[in-house]
């Protein structure tokens, strides 16, 4: 399994709760679709997603009210002990599974915080270097 960069992410306060949220820009299938993120605040149950991502207008939004529901993310450890999201988006029917890491590389304010990457199958991955 491998890691294709697929988008980028940007953590924000809300303003009024003070609760984290995330806006970004994903590429499927050649067109860029900005999504929000935000914790799942109606998780009841240890397999419920931590945070829901949402399908987002031209602006991004600062809650999910009125946006439509693309996928759920999971908060884990890597082996190296650092914390990411994974999960799945879907747009237009398309179901990619993803992950979310720190920006390590992060220099300029403008850079994104967060780098949405896709989970490529070793074999899918081979066939778009060629």
């Not at 994104?112 to 490529?120: A, L």
């Amino acid at each position: 399994m491998s890691l294709a960069k697929t988008g980028a992410c940007w953590l924000h306060e809300h303003e009024e709760t003070g609760d984290d949220y995330f806006t970004g820009i994903v590429e499927v299938d050649g067109a860029k679709v900005r999504i929000n993120i935000f914790l799942n605040e109606k998780k009841a149950k240890g397999k419920q997603p931590d945070y829901i991502a949402w399908l987002s207008g031209k602006k991004a939004a600062k809650s999910s009210q009125g946006l439509q529901k693309i996928g759920g993310l999971w908060q884990k450890e890597s082996k190296d002990k650092d914390v990411y999201l994974g999960g799945f988006l879907e747009i237009a029917g398309l179901k990619i599974n993803v992950c979310i890491f720190l920006n390590k590389k992060k220099e300029k304010e403008d850079h994104p915080d967060y780098i949405i990457w896709k989970v490529v199958k070793d074999q899918e991955y081979r066939r778009k270097k060629k």
